[in-house]
């Protein structure tokens, strides 16, 4: 018998399949599943879900968050700085906490391994619940829930 996702929620079960239904990679695609999976957490979720349909990856909400919030890099001009925090307010009406960045980041990592990603600042900022959702996000993209 094949094990079922962990769901925090009825809304996150909810949430992921409008995730999917968006991005159909995700049943044959472990990254797009796993971004999916993450992304639906309601907490995550209704920051971003009026804008979900302009998305072109399940993890735009994350980048374009960075694109308006990240500091200024040392080998970004300020010209580029200040046209990637235009386009991210273009696109941003939301605020994230520091575990939303966390889980962001964390989902970012396990889709193309995001090197700014710390595993012990995500961990420490969840609960026992968002905990779980994290556990079974790591099985997610090793495959275990592929199609589901």
Known sequence: MKNKLYFVSEDHKNNYEKMVAKFPSALCDT??????????????FYKFADKLYEFDTPLDWILNWQ???????????????KNRKQ????????DLTPSMQQMGEFALNLFNGY????????????DEINYRMFKCA???RL????GQ
């Open 115 to 126: 090197k700014y990603f710390n595993l012990m600042n995500c961990i420490g900022s969840l």
């Open 138 to 140: 790591l099985d997610v």
């Open 143 to 146: 495959g275990y829930y592929r």
């Open 31 to 44: 990254e797009y599943q796993v971004a999916c999976y993450v992304s639906a957490a309601p907490f995550l």
């Open 67 to 81: 694109m308006k919030y990240e500091p200024q890099m040392e080998d970004e001009s300020d010209e580029d700085y």
């Open 87 to 94: 386009e991210g307010e273009a696109f941003v009406n939301y």
